[in-house]
């Protein structure tokens, strides 16, 4: 018969890829100081598409893969540095087939200010 633990040590194989001794479990508190980013913006970065997936550690404890961590912010950094410089190409100068943009509406004269009594 199948004991519990053999079932959680056969899932836990099947699942996890094989990984280095050298690679650990980093907590939230890690993934903010390694974006410098708030709490609430970690986890929205956790919830991101192309983000590690967690691993539970209990219902309410979650941890990531270092390098998995690690390989997203690097793929980030890649993808901002191909980014900036396709934006340093484009021009800056208005389209001059666009008329400028104007102010329209009623103009008001500014209240008067109550003196101090």
Same mark, same amino acid.
């Given at each position: 018969m199948? $004991?519990p633990?053999?079932?959680?040590?056969?899932r836990?194989?099947?699942? /996890?890829?094989?990984?280095?001794?050298s690679?650990?479990?980093?907590s939230?508190?890690?993934?903010?100081?390694?974006?410098?980013?708030?709490?609430?913006?970690?986890y929205?970065?956790?919830?991101?598409p192309?983000f590690?997936?967690?691993?539970?550690?209990?219902p309410?404890?979650y941890?990531?893969?270092?390098?998995?961590?690690?390989?997203?912010?690097?793929?980030?950094?890649?993808?901002?540095a191909q980014g900036s410089?396709?934006?340093?190409?484009k021009? $800056?100068?208005?389209?001059?087939?666009v008329?400028?943009?104007?102010?329209?509406?009623?103009?008001?004269?500014a209240?008067?200010?109550?003196? /101090?009594?």
């Amino acid at each position: 018969m199948n $004991r519990p633990e053999d079932l959680a040590t056969s899932r836990l194989d099947k699942a /996890a890829p094989t990984r280095s001794a050298s690679d650990e479990l980093i907590s939230i508190a890690d993934i903010r100081g390694l974006f410098k980013l708030g709490r609430t913006a970690a986890y929205e970065l956790t919830h991101r598409p192309g983000f590690p997936g967690h691993v539970e550690i209990s219902p309410r404890c979650y941890r990531w893969w270092a390098s998995e961590v690690y390989e997203f912010a690097a793929t980030l950094r890649r993808e901002r540095a191909q980014g900036s410089t396709q934006r340093a190409r484009k021009s $800056r100068l208005p389209d001059p087939a666009v008329p400028p943009r104007r102010i329209t509406g009623k103009v008001r004269a500014a209240r008067a200010r109550k003196k /101090a009594s």
